[in-house]
């Protein structure tokens, strides 16, 4: 039986050590998980230290991205992901809160689920309804990584070109109409 790969970007990150170690030691790991996983990647950002999202929401994070071809559908990369932070003592009390590891899914390929009606409600959602609610089906692509420098600033490592499907922005155009300070506050590690 033939499977079909999915190029999908996800983005990754954590502010609190891991039983692997350190933030950066737990995004390398997390990588070797998701090879050990079978999934291809293709391409890797630097790390990036980045203030907490909300402001003030504990530790700087480590963020990353990486552009990854897998045969899994879009449920079973959630699975996938989900597995894998729990592999790193992923906790997952509170919306938005510190993490040992955050593996979010932002696109596969040009899907747009569940559909663009609700995709655009979740986009188009309050900062504080964001905090308060979560969706109870996958959103994709991630419906505000346009609005995030910590996704879009590592995104544009792998895949600049990459075009929204719905907002028909490449991951350039999108980082590029951020507020330049939230892109200058996401530095490289050295």
């Not at 938005?96 to 955050?102: E, K």
């Not at 980082?175 to 506050?185: H, I, Q, S, T």
């Amino acid at each position: 039986m033939l499977t079909r790969n999915h190029s999908i970007l996800l983005a990754l990150g954590a502010n609190l050590t891991s039983p692997m170690g350190p933030p950066p030691v737990t995004l390398r790991a997390a990588l070797e998980a998701l090879r050990d996983a079978g999934a291809v990647i293709r391409k890797t950002s630097a790390f990036y230290q980045t203030p907490a999202f909300p402001k003030g929401n504990g530790p700087d994070y480590v963020n990353a991205a990486a552009l990854m071809d897998v045969t899994w559908s879009p449920e079973q990369t959630i699975a996938e992901l989900h597995r894998i932070e729990a592999m790193f003592a992923r906790s997952r009390d509170v919306r938005w809160g510190q993490r040992t590891l955050d593996l979010d899914l932002i696109a596969q390929g040009d899907l747009v689920l569940p559909d663009a009606k609700t995709h655009a409600i979740w986009r188009n959602l309050a900062l504080k309804a964001q905090m308060q609610q979560v969706p109870d089906t996958l959103i994709l692509p991630h419906p505000r990584l346009q609005e995030r420098a910590f996704v879009l600033v590592p995104l544009a490592d792998v895949a600049p070109d990459w075009v929204h499907p719905v907002l028909q922005q490449t991951v350039t155009q999108m980082r590029d109409a951020l507020d330049p300070a939230e892109v200058e506050a996401v530095k490289p590690l050295e």
